[in-house]
């Protein structure tokens, strides 16, 4: 089992100073105490790259949110930003 909220606190702290750098904030909202089984290097690849793509396509004074929750017996994870989006 994977504690969710600790591995994307992890990412976040990693990412916001470019965050910063870009004039972007970063909001979160997890829920507590969220488990899932995952393979930990993986889970950890696919939110740093939407996070990452998120700050370099989100504009200066723009803003990211992360949240992730349980929705029944699954979990659900986002990455929002204020960007230009994706066609």
């Known amino acids: 089992p994977l504690s969710v909220e600790s591995e994307i606190n992890k990412i976040i702290e990693f990412y916001e ?10 909001e ?3 829920q507590p105490d969220l488990h899932l089984r995952a393979e930990k290097t993986l889970f950890q690849r696919a939110v740093s790259n939407v996070v ?6 989100t504009p200066k004074g723009g803003l990211i949110r992360v949240e ?7 979990v ?5 930003d ?3 989006g994706i066609p």
């Open 17 to 26: 100073p470019m965050a910063s750098d870009e004039g972007v904030k970063i």
């Open 82 to 84: 204020t960007g230009v």
């Open 28 to 30: 979160v909202n997890l």
């Open 52 to 57: 990452s793509n998120a700050i370099n396509y």
């Open 68 to 74: 992730a929750f349980s929705k029944g017996d699954t």
């Open 76 to 80: 659900q994870i986002s990455v929002m």
